[in-house]
């Protein structure tokens, strides 16, 4: 069964930090680039930052750069992303997604073929 789960999601206070996982199961994430994205209430999905398969290509959303950094443990076949220096605005559902494509991560996502649930993080005091 495939499976691409997400944790580490949970309320933090603004400022705070927060390390999400997203683990693979039933396929290799060594073939694919991965993105995170994420809903806020009421908001359409966003692109996050994405990370390539095996070129080392890096994508951040400009309100992201310098607070938040995307890694890969293809021997663990999981993605984390490390969130630093929450905001408020950071809140929403967490997703993370494997796709063929770093172009396609960076486009927003569609055409990515595998898909988690999501976690949710909330920053507020």
């Known amino acids: 069964q495939l499976q691409f789960v997400e944790s580490g999601g949970g309320l933090v206070q603004p400022g705070g930090s927060l390390r999400l996982s997203c683990a693979a199961s039933?396929?290799?994430?060594?073939?694919?680039?991965i993105g995170w994205f994420r809903q806020a209430p009421g908001k359409e999905r966003e692109g996050i930052s994405c990370?390539?398969?095996?070129?080392?290509?890096?994508y951040y959303a400009d309100s992201m750069k310098g607070r938040f950094t995307i890694s890969r443990d293809n021997a663990k076949n999981t993605v984390y992303l490390q969130m630093n220096s929450l905001k408020p605005e950071d809140t929403g559902v967490y997703y993370c997604?494997?796709?063929?494509?770093?172009?396609?991560?960076?486009?927003?996502?569609?055409?990515?073929?595998?898909w988690g649930k999501g976690t949710l993080v909330t920053v507020s005091s």
């Open positions: 990370i390539g398969n095996s070129d080392g290509n890096l």
């Open positions: 039933g396929f290799t994430l060594d073939y694919y680039a």
């Open positions: 997604a494997a796709g063929p494509s770093f172009r396609r991560c960076v486009r927003g996502g569609s055409g990515m073929d595998y």
